[in-house]
């Protein structure tokens, strides 16, 4: 690509923009990461980004590209020549660095960034990128906008945040947002955090949201559409907002206003909330998932409208996506490996909500169940703790049933280890002691030690890392059926 410097830019700099742009074309940018195990090329090394600020302008159809400009402020960790950033489905017009022209070029899903002076170790330095950001997938590439019936909303887990907006994406390193939308007057655009304001110019309005918290790309919220918002208070004076269709607003009331009791309920299991907000966005679209984006988590609306589904299930799946904001959004997985953490609490939270609402479905029935299907899981998705890569073209196929129910089946065995009382102790020191930061499994292993007072290294090494499931610890009884062979089928 070439540099686009502003026009406002006088020739002498303009000039020096081009020659920079020439020096960086002698040598080929290339795609860098951070080492994740799932995820080579995901994130970049270098930076450690302490903010983003991002400005979208919705041209009121979803057919078209929105104009951007992302800003990154972020602090070097080593010397560097080239700003690597992850960046793969949009047009990038220009790129300034410490508000000098700056050259780009591509490099597999990277943007490559050189600036005229390369930034020593310890340097703060501020990226600007004035982009578009394209809803219209390319065809194989799943994830970041999501087209709704009336708009636009963001589902970028695991690794297509930067399909919308070029990032750091990779949860290692997250940072604190502002996020402006501009959109037609007709519209409502809501995105994380709190909203700090609303500006009408003739025919668009531009609203602007602050997160309070640092935030992992991945969980990323834009929400645009036909939509209302409704207000109302959770535990402690919380301020909670839902993001619903206009036209379903009663409709969707009755499951609305059970959030601030399953709030409370979360909170009487591992301590308060950890945010400034938190709500339910509605969206008329076909995922296949719900997401639980950090202080918004995204619903399809059909899973509360669809006759089929019993309310405790509805409800279940309410608590799995909001004990998230705990487990994965508060405390963020240092790796992708880690993601049993984030997905083995919240089916073991939404497990135990289950079991209140339908004494029927117990926990241990559950586990029971899980336990007679793990081999098979490991089997086809590996260990909880050394999940299996995705396959090309399937990158959201490290969400399979060895990091939920497997997942959820390794806490059970540990309360059953270390007893419930321990066990409920460290659930609250987890999310206490690792709050608005990453951790990883070899952080939740010593914790786990320290409260139970135990060497677990024996226990965690099979239940985590064993191609076969482990006795059950109370349970000889339980055993694990024979894997069958069959076609891995992703789910999220």
């Given at each position: 690509m070439l540099l686009t410097p502003r026009a406002r830019l006088k020739?002498?700099?303009?000039?020096?923009?081009?020659?920079?742009?020439?020096?960086?074309?002698?040598?080929?940018?290339?795609?860098?990461?951070?080492?994740?195990?799932?995820?080579?090329?995901?994130?970049?090394?270098?930076?450690?980004?302490?903010?983003?600020?991002l400005s979208?302008?919705?041209?009121?159809?979803?057919?078209?590209?929105?104009?951007?400009?992302?800003t990154i402020d972020a602090w070097t960790t080593t010397d560097l020549e080239r700003i690597n950033l992850d960046f793969a489905h949009g047009t990038v017009d220009s790129v300034e660095v410490d508000g000098e022209p700056a050259a780009f070029a591509s490099a597999g899903d990277d943007l490559v960034v050189t600036p005229q002076d390369a930034l020593p170790e310890g340097s703060w330095m501020r990226v600007t990128v004035r982009h578009t950001s394209d809803p219209v997938s390319t065809g194989d590439r799943d994830g970041g906008w999501v087209r709704t019936t009336d708009g636009l909303a963001m589902a970028n887990q695991a690794d297509v945040a930067h399909l919308v907006f070029p990032c750091n994406d990779h949860p290692s390193d997250k940072a604190m947002f502002t996020i402006r939308i501009t959109a037609p007057n007709d519209y409502t655009a809501v995105a994380n955090g709190l909203p700090t304001?609303?500006?009408?110019?003739?025919?668009?309005?531009?609203?602007?949201?602050?997160?309070?918290?640092p935030m992992a790309t991945e969980l990323a919220q834009v929400s645009i559409g036909r939509s209302t918002v409704l207000h109302r208070?959770?535990?402690?004076?919380?301020?909670?907002?839902?993001?619903?269709?206009?036209?379903?607003?009663?409709?969707?009331?009755?499951?609305?206003?059970?959030?601030?009791?399953?709030?409370?309920?979360?909170?009487?299991?591992?301590?308060?909330?950890?945010?400034?907000?938190?709500?339910?966005?509605?969206?008329?679209?076909?995922?296949?998932?719900?997401?639980?984006t950090q202080t918004l988590s995204l619903f399809e609306k059909d899973i509360f409208t669809e006759p089929g589904y019993p309310a405790w299930y509805i409800e279940s799946v309410m608590v799995h996506e909001l004990s998230h904001q705990?487990?994965?959004?508060?405390?963020?997985?240092?790796?992708?490996?880690?993601?049993?953490?984030?997905?083995?609490?919240?089916?073991?939270?939404?497990?135990l909500y289950a079991q209140e609402k339908e004494p029927s479905r117990t926990l241990e029935a559950r586990m029971k169940a899980a336990y007679g299907a793990s081999d098979a899981w490991r089997s086809a998705g590996g260990p909880p703790a050394l999940p299996k890569?995705?396959?090309?073209?399937?990158?959201?196929?490290?969400?399979?049933?060895?990091?939920?129910?497997?997942?959820?089946?390794?806490?059970?065995?540990?309360?059953?280890?270390?007893?419930?009382?321990?066990?409920?102790?460290?659930?609250?020191?987890?999310?206490?002691?690792?709050?608005?930061?990453?951790?990883?499994?070899?952080?939740?292993?010593?914790?786990?030690?320290q409260f139970s007072g135990r060497d677990l290294d024996a226990f965690f090494k099979a239940w985590l890392y064993g191609e076969k499931t482990p006795p059950m610890p109370g349970h000889p009884d339980w055993k694990a059926a024979a894997p069958v062979a069959k076609a891995e089928r992703p789910v999220k």
């Open positions: 020739s002498a700099l303009l000039a020096s923009a081009v020659s920079v742009c020439l020096v960086a074309a002698s040598a080929p940018a290339v795609p860098l990461g951070v080492g994740d195990r799932l995820f080579p090329y995901l994130g970049n090394p270098g930076y450690d980004v302490a903010s983003y600020d979208f302008t919705y041209p009121g159809t979803n057919s078209k590209p929105l104009q951007a400009v992302t304001g609303v500006d009408r110019v003739g025919p668009a309005t531009t609203w602007t949201y602050r997160t309070q918290h208070e959770g535990p402690h004076g919380l301020p909670v907002r839902d993001v619903v269709p206009t036209k379903d607003r009663d409709l969707l009331e009755p499951w609305l206003k059970k959030t601030p009791d399953q709030i409370s309920w979360m909170e009487s299991k591992v301590g308060p909330y950890p945010f400034e907000t938190y709500g339910l966005l509605m969206a008329e679209a076909s995922t296949g998932f719900e997401l639980e705990w487990f994965g959004d508060s405390v963020s997985p240092r790796s992708w490996s880690d993601l049993w953490l984030n997905e083995g609490h919240a089916t073991w939270y939404e497990a890569p995705p396959r090309p073209g399937q990158k959201i196929g490290i969400f399979r049933p060895n990091v939920y129910d497997g997942a959820a089946l390794v806490l059970y065995a540990l309360r059953q280890e270390i007893g419930t009382p321990v066990f409920e102790r460290l659930e609250r020191a987890w999310v206490q002691d690792h709050r608005d930061s990453t951790a990883s499994t070899a952080d939740f292993e010593r914790l786990a030690e």
